[in-house]
């Protein structure tokens, strides 16, 4: 367990196999006012973060600009898999002008995060690709139970470019309760397979709020269940004071301006 607090670094290579970052491979402290540029960081298997790979830490005020993250499963801009507590939480987390890209669970801040995620996540110019499921603009998988709130995607190329890449998301790929003051805008969300949303792609098997939402001048395109801001809800959903503007398309069925399905 360590702090760290006051870091900046720029030009920095990292590669590994398993839990591989920028910063911390694998952690359980706090990274504080962290400002990353020119960062690379590849592994050959599971848990590549651009900061952290395998995390339960408190991560705060950090940036990364300017940067490639590749790996396979559980990769993120910021943070690969975030467990989460109630002193370990994630804000302010900003990522500018990088490309994240890996398998399944790929996400431009996080991979996946399981809990305390709900502080304010913005990524900006980037591009985000994955070859499997469940990729986000924030966030590939957030089934653990973080509400998504104030989350910011803009200018920015969220693709699943497998045969059958399904559960791609502007925010989330596969979300969790709660999707509110969030805004999404010239992005194009564009995947091979099913439930691709212009917020979230597929939902858990809980009910969805969606509030206060901005979806503008946005791209949506997937096969089936394809939605303006939700691809598959899969339960009850409930949308209030949202907005969207853009195009939406679907090869075969359950295509909506706002649900697919």
């Known amino acids: 367990t360590a702090v760290m607090d006051n870091i900046r670094m720029e030009k920095v290579t990292v590669h590994g196999n398993y839990r591989v970052g920028g910063l911390v491979g ?33 991560l705060d005020n950090i940036n990364l600009n300017n940067s490639n993250i590749n790996g396979q499963d559980f990769v993120g801009g910021i943070v690969a898999y975030q467990l989460g507590s109630a002193n370990k939480t994630t804000k302010n987390l900003t990522v500018y002008n990088s490309n994240i890209s890996g398998t399944n669970n790929v996400g431009g801040i996080e991979g996946a995060i399981a809990s305390y995620g709900s502080g304010k996540h913005e990524i900006y110019n980037s591009t985000i690709i994955g070859t499997g499921d469940r990729i986000g603009g924030v966030v590939g998988d957030n089934a653990g139970g973080s509400e998504s709130n104030y989350r910011k995607v803009v200018n920015c190329e969220i693709r699943g470019i497998g045969a059958n890449s399904r559960t791609v998301g502007g925010i989330a790929g596969y979300g969790h309760s709660k999707i509110s ?23 858990d098997n809980l009910s969805l709020s969606v509030g206060n939402n901005y979806a503008v001048d946005v791209k949506i395109e997937g096969y089936n269940n394809v939605g303006g801001l939700i691809g598959n809800a899969k339960t009850t959903i409930s949308l209030n004071f949202n907005y969207l503007s853009g195009t939406i398309a679907g090869l075969n069925s359950n295509v909506g301006g706002l649900v697919g399905t």
Do not use: P
């Open 181 to 203: 003051s969030s805004y999404i805008q010239n992005t194009k969300i564009i995947s091979n397979g099913s439930c691709i949303g212009g917020l979230v792609g597929e939902n």
């Open 26 to 58: 694998e952690g359980t402290g706090e990274i504080l006012n962290t400002n990353a540029d020119d960062i690379n960081v590849t592994g050959n298997y599971e848990y590549i973060g651009g900061i952290i790979g395998n995390s339960n830490s408190k």
